[in-house]
């Protein structure tokens, strides 16, 4: 499985970007895809994830309201439409997947898109 991120860049406090991820390969794999996110000095965490099988979704506290999770499977392309955008956002995002190999299950990273709010 390939990711490929695009999306990112500056935006003002308060309003909105949109980041998308183009999977390919083996995409009938993936069992669950999610957004990641590292600021500087700090740890990757999770931004949202969405279960291909039945659209559920989740999301971190901090985004919730904000931050919306998506996925158009005949496009094998995952989506995260970011509104209210704040400083506190600023980071690297990730696009996540994870695929059923075998009898196990690999995570598959993109090479992240930096998103930058400015206050």
């Known amino acids: 499985v390939q990711l490929v991120e695009s999306g990112g860049g500056l935006v003002q406090a308060g309003g909105s970007l949109r980041l998308s991820c183009a999977a390919s390969?083996?995409?009938?794999?993936?069992?669950?895809m999610g957004w990641y996110r590292q600021a500087p000095g700090k740890q990757r965490e999770l931004v949202a994830v969405?279960?291909?099988?039945?659209?559920?979704?989740n999301y971190a506290d901090s985004v919730k309201g904000r931050f919306t999770i998506s996925r158009d499977n005949a496009k094998n392309t995952m989506y995260l439409q970011m509104n209210s955008l704040k400083s506190e956002d600023t980071a690297v995002y990730y696009c996540?997947?994870?695929?059923?190999?075998?009898?196990?299950?690999?995570?598959?990273w993109g090479q992240g898109t930096q998103v930058t709010v400015s206050s």
């Open positions: 996540n997947a994870e695929a059923v190999v075998g009898e196990t299950v690999v995570d598959y």
């Open positions: 390969g083996s995409t009938f794999s993936i069992i669950a």
């Open positions: 969405i279960i291909p099988a039945g659209g559920s979704t």
